[in-house]
Structure formats: C-alpha cells, structure tokens
C-alpha cells in the first residue's frame, strides 16, 4: 500500500514489515488491534499490528499513548527521527534474546584482540564491495567516466586489503579502514554521469550534509541503520555493542559495525540511480542559513520508496547457498554473525556482492 504520506511494505517474512510515515502532522493512533493513520482528520489506511515489525517517523509526528503501549505487546518498533534522518528515540518491549549470546557478545566486544578479529571481517566486506561497486562502474559506463582514474582507486584498494590481512591492532584496522573509504570516495564524482552541474561530490561529510549527494548518502545509511538494529534484536544481538565502532552512549555500535557491508552496494549505488535516471533533481534540495543541504519531503518519499523497492531484489547468498530477498539477507548476516559470536562456526562469513 502506497500514499502520498506513507510507504508500507508487505512480503512473505513478517520482518519485512515496515511503516514509514513521512508527512508532518500525520496522527497514528490505536483503533482495535490495529494503527490507523489520519492526516486532516482523513483516514489513510487501518493496518493490523499483528502484521508489522516497526513504524519509523520522520519529524512532527503524533503517535498517541496508547498506540505507544499496545506497540510492544505485539513486538512492533517506534522510532522516532527528524525530518532529515537524525536518529532521536525508539520505543520498544522488553530485551528478546538469549542470555548466554549476550554474554558471549559482551565478553568479544571487551576482548581487544577478539574485537580487531571481528571488525576485520566487517572492514573486509566494506572494501571488497567498494571495489566491486567501481569495478562494475567501469564496466557498465567505460565512454561516461575516467575509466583510468577509477582503476587507480582500485589498485590503491588493492593494496589496503593486503594490509587488513596483516594487521592485528583495532586502531591500525580503523585507520586502514579510513584511508580506503576516502579512496573510494575521492572518485566517488566520477561515478554520476548524469546532472553532473547539479550533483557534485568533493568528498564526503555529514553532520550536516553540505551538498545533496551527502544529504542522500546520510539518508539512506539512515534507514540502512534502522534495519540493522531490528535484524540484531531479532537474533538476540544488543545492538549497541560492537567491534568495530566502540561503546559510546546513545550509539548502537554494532548496528554500525553490520552496515558496513552493505552501505557500497545497496546505499550508495541506490543514490547513484536516482541521480543518473534522473528520478531526483536539484529542485527537490536547499542550503539553509547553516549551510547545511536538505532534502524536501518529495525526494525523502522518492528515496524510501526505493529503498524499499531495492529490499525486493533476489540475491543468491555464497555461504548459505541459497535465493534470499535483500531484506531477509539483513537477517541472514545478524544469524550469521550470531553463531560467530556463539562459537558455532570459526569466521563471520561477510556478504561480498558479485
């Protein structure tokens, strides 16, 4: 069911449910055992709770206090952000999960030596994926790029995988793990080949976005965040205690570490495509008085209809050997990553995309 203030997704797995509402002063509250949506007093849609995993609100939303206490009862999700994509709150039900895998999480993320094997696998997927990502590039768009360019940046990538697998210390991973994203960004420009006076990228930055290709990038790494916590609860994971990125408050830091993998080829060919098809333009952004750019509501809707879209995509998984939509791979890298940290298997088998 699609609307101008809503996108909500439907598949076979019920985590695949999601309640996006995007459009200011849209009131959900509850109405039997479902959520209607209302805006000017006009009925959108009734959808049962049995049915969702999460509801995710974007600026001035009302929720009412009851939907807020029946959410968790039928293990539904709140999160609440700006209209921009800031993370602000989430309401949710008692911690699921097993106790010993917490433990077991608790202890690795405390053991540096523990910590460095794990984000390596993390740090690993990232590179391997941007590589892959600008491989296809210069195969796909030969005539429209600097084809010689990027291959720099290839063999540059190159050359920081060897150094990953060498590399033993946390902070020295980090840093590697820095100098081959600002590689893979520094011919990031030369991968939109359409509205190339509209969308220029120098570089990447955020808090605030200072031009609109950051302002997509940080939206979609946004919900791509969102995802990852919701698929780490559902395998008993704490999302706030990670390997790679370390415990900070209000950080889920694990939820981090996961979206790693997935920010090259899901996130950022997903911008890449609505500027090169031309589905966003530059009218749909502006540059406030702090500098920062923002996106108007048209280009978020746009965005997470995508994004949503993109989910659907059939992927066949490596190690598990089997067909999975891309929103049940989310799950099927925090299962994963759950019997790693159990002892179950020796590695985490990261998803490197082909």
Request: overall charge positive; glycine content about 6%.
């Amino acid at each position: 069911m699609q609307s101008q203030t809503m996108i909500y997704e439907a598949a076979m797995q019920r985590f695949l449910y999601t309640l996006y509402i995007t459009t200011q002063k849209t009131y959900l509250h509850k109405k039997g055992e479902s959520v209607e949506v209302v805006l000017d007093k006009e009925v959108l849609a009734l959808i049962p709770l049995i049915t969702l995993e999460s509801i995710v609100c974007f600026g001035n939303i009302y929720v009412s206090p009851f939907l807020l206490g029946a959410c968790p009862k039928y293990n539904v999700t709140i999160s609440f952000l700006s209209r921009t994509g800031k993370f602000l709150a989430r309401v949710q039900g008692p911690v699921a999960g097993n106790v010993l895998l917490r433990k077991a999480q608790y202890r690795m993320s405390d053991d540096k030596a523990k910590s460095a094997e794990t984000a390596r696998y993390f740090i690993t997927g990232k590179l391997m994926n941007q590589k892959t990502v600008l491989q296809r590039a210069v195969r796909d768009h030969k005539d429209k790029l600097n084809a010689e360019k990027i291959q720099g940046a290839i063999e540059k990538l190159n050359g920081s995988l060897l150094k990953i697998e060498q590399e033993t210390e946390l902070d020295k991973l980090r840093g590697i793990e820095g100098d081959f994203s600002e590689t893979y960004f520094s011919v990031f420009d030369e991968l939109i080949t359409s509205q190339k006076d509209n969308f220029k990228f120098e570089g990447r930055n955020r808090r605030p976005p200072l031009d609109a290709v950051n302002a997509m990038l940080s939206y979609v790494y946004t919900l791509l965040y969102h995802d990852m916590i919701s698929a780490l609860e559902c395998v008993g994971l704490d999302p706030a205690a990670g390997f790679l990125h370390r415990d900070r408050p209000g950080r889920l830091s694990l939820a981090l570490d996961l979206v790693e993998e997935f920010r090259p080829f899901f996130a950022d060919r997903l911008a890449l495509s609505l500027i090169n098809r031309n589905e966003i333009g530059a009218s749909q952004f502006e540059k406030t008085a702090s500098g920062a750019v923002i996106m108007n509501d048209e280009a978020r809707k746009t965005i997470i209809t995508t994004y949503q879209k993109r989910k659907e995509a059939v992927v066949i998984h490596p190690y598990v050997e089997k067909r999975m939509h891309l929103a049940i791979l989310f799950h099927t890298q925090a299962k994963l990553l759950a019997r790693y940290i159990r002892g179950d298997i020796d590695g985490y088998p990261v998803y490197i995309w082909r």
